[in-house]
């Protein structure tokens, strides 16, 4: 029993230094043009995303309606706290200050809440970033960014442009 133990606890260090290391990804604010809009604040209300897509890993879309989970690389967090935050970050950088209430800032007693629904968000089969929501109820927004290739990092590069399109077009649907 004394040599055995030995020999368990060197197994044991071996399969804890072997592990896999994960790659972190987050989603980037891109710059865009500053439009001069008054009137009441808004605030992302909810984020609604494909089902089996808000996770922390990063998913692909492959032929035949498969996914392709990618365990070791993945997202700073929930892919749904990231859509939410570079979101908001990105239509505060396009509209005055004070015209966007930020995730967990508090809330003014006038705000318009903007919902945003993904019918689609995502990279694959093909080399691009297709993004496919609806906001408010009534407004549909379809886009796609093409990337280099399906690999995590363009991913990334490619969901982050695709979002700042999304600002973009919800500010100029704002009345």
Not at 80 to 93: C, E, I, K, S, Y
Not at 99 to 110: E, H, I, S, Y
Not at 125 to 147: C, F, N, Q, Y
Not at 151 to 174: E, F, P, Y
Request: charged share 20%.
């Amino acid at each position: 029993m004394k040599r055995l133990l030995p020999l368990v606890l060197l197994l044991t260090a071996c399969s804890f230094f072997s592990k896999t290391k994960s790659t972190i990804y987050s989603l980037d604010r891109v710059p865009g043009t500053v439009v001069n809009k008054a009137g009441t604040p808004i605030a992302i209300g909810t984020v609604e995303l494909p089902p089996g897509f808000d996770r922390k890993e990063v998913v692909v879309r492959k032929a035949n309606s498969q996914l392709d989970i990618r365990q070791t690389q993945q997202w700073s967090a929930t892919l749904g706290q990231l859509v939410t935050h570079t979101l908001a970050f990105d239509l505060a950088d396009r509209l005055p200050a004070g015209m966007v209430v930020m995730p967990g800032a508090a809330t003014p007693a006038k705000v318009r809440s903007i919902d945003v629904a993904f019918e689609e968000i995502a990279a694959g089969p093909d080399a691009k970033v297709v993004l496919d929501a609806r906001w408010s109820g009534t407004s549909h927004e379809h886009i796609e960014v093409p990337i280099a290739s399906l690999d995590s990092a363009n991913v990334a590069t490619g969901m982050s442009q695709a979002l700042a399109t999304l600002a973009d077009r919800i500010i100029a649907g704002l009345r």
